[in-house]
């Protein structure tokens, strides 16, 4: 069982489109036990129902810190399923919550980055590396997509390089990095 401690608990490749250039990587966090049930359904690729998630918030009995990291939960949830406006708005609400989330700023960053706005999926991406995020390749190689989209390949490389740099076993930056060579 991770410890409640533990805020970026897995990276889980969200494949939303067919189109594999507009997967990219979220992160999750782990809540109290009412929570749980939304933590795994946002660690599953296959889930688009926010149900437990929903339960979990109405519940009105989670602490802040359960909170913002359900509201994260949700928010990738939303994002698998094309409701970014709706992710965007958990995020920030994760965000008002605590503005140092590191994991609320790069699943935002994914809601601007499959709405094809990809100036602000970097801000965000750039945030949630500046608050050093604990698994800092997922926001590198979101950049690298961000950068591929925008048909700036040597930026692309240079940040799945720095993905691949912060983790050496990271498959997919080694992946797009030999694609673009």
Same mark, same amino acid.
């Given at each position: ?9 897995? @990276?889980? &490749? $969200?494949? +939303?489109?067919? =189109?594999? #250039?507009?997967?990219?990587? #979220? @992160?999750?966090?782990? /809540?109290?036990?009412?929570? #749980? ?8 690729? $296959?889930?688009?129902?926010? /149900? =437990?998630?929903?339960?979990? $918030?109405?519940? /009105?009995?989670?602490?802040? %810190?359960?909170?913002?990291?359900? &509201? @994260? ?8 399923? %094309? ?11 994760? *965000? ?12 935002? %960053? =994914? ?18 590396? !500046? +608050? ?11 950049? /690298? &997509? @961000?950068?591929?989209? *925008? ?11 720095? !993905? +691949? ?11 797009? $990095?030999?694609?673009?060579?």
């Amino acid at each position: 069982m991770p410890n409640l401690r533990q805020v970026f608990c897995s @990276v889980a &490749l $969200l494949m +939303l489109f067919p =189109n594999t #250039s507009m997967a990219q990587l #979220s @992160v999750t966090t782990i /809540g109290a036990t009412e929570a #749980s049930a939304c933590y795994q359904d946002a660690s599953s690729s $296959l889930t688009h129902d926010t /149900g =437990n998630c929903d339960t979990a $918030l109405r519940g /009105g009995d989670l602490m802040r %810190g359960d909170q913002k990291k359900t &509201l @994260v939960n949700r928010g990738v949830i939303l994002n698998r399923a %094309g409701a970014f406006e709706d992710a965007r708005a958990d995020f920030d609400a994760a *965000i008002a919550i605590d503005d140092n989330l590191a994991e609320a700023y790069l699943n935002r %960053g =994914n809601s601007f980055y499959l709405a094809q706005q990809f100036d602000a999926a970097l801000a965000d991406y750039d945030r949630a590396l !500046a +608050l050093a995020i604990t698994k800092p390749w997922a926001a590198w190689y979101n950049i /690298g &997509l @961000v950068y591929e989209a *925008i048909k700036k390949p040597d930026m692309a490389r240079k940040a799945f390089q720095n !993905a +691949l740099n912060a983790n050496p076993e990271f498959t997919q930056a080694q992946q797009k $990095l030999e694609k673009l060579r």
